[in-house]
């Protein structure tokens, strides 16, 4: 019987993946840019528009959401200097009820005063199935908490693989 549970639980999860197109891979790297671009800039506005609603939650809330997002990025402005950001290619596209979620891994550097960080993370984006508009999370606040992706999408395989999620100090 377990190994029957085993076997169903592999297809359930296969047929819960697929390939992203490429023309799809490209869109969805360059949305996810654009939600980097406008944190980094310190654009509250875009910040909210590209990210996903499952955040809401976590913050008792659309209206707290939005209210801890603007004194964020206000608290953070000219602190932290962006080098340099390099994406990868997003992961295969998963489907979680109705939404399809894929993972968009990137490097980025950047310096803090003296200190200079490197860190490996991703977005998680989000779209209705079927749909060309991305939605975005910073894997950041999974960290030290990776069961909240779970919990922010119930519908995601429980096997799901996310790409390496960690900062270092570097020289």
């Known amino acids: ?97 109705v939404e399809e979620i894929c993972f968009v891994p990137f490097v980025q550097i950047a310096r803090a005063g003296d200190i200079r960080t490197r860190a490996e993370s991703y977005f998680i984006a989000v779209r209705p199935a079927g749909q060309a508009d991305w939605k975005f999370i910073d894997a950041a606040g999974l960290r030290k908490h990776p069961e909240l992706l779970h919990q922010l999408f119930p519908g995601l395989p429980k096997e799901v693989v996310t790409p390496p999620n960690k900062v270092e100090i570097v020289k």
């Open 1 to 97: 019987m377990k190994a029957l549970t085993c076997i169903l639980a592999s297809v359930t999860w296969v047929a819960n993946a697929a390939v992203l197109p490429e023309k799809d891979a490209q869109v969805v790297v360059a949305q996810a840019t654009a939600y980097r671009n406008a944190a980094a800039k310190g654009d509250a506005d875009k910040v909210l528009q590209l990210t996903h609603p499952a955040l809401h939650s976590l913050f008792g809330g659309k209206e707290p959401f939005e209210a801890a997002t603007r004194l964020a990025l206000k608290s953070l402005a000219g602190k932290n200097v962006v080098e340099k950001v390099t994406f990868g290619l997003p992961t295969e596209l998963l489907v979680a009820g």
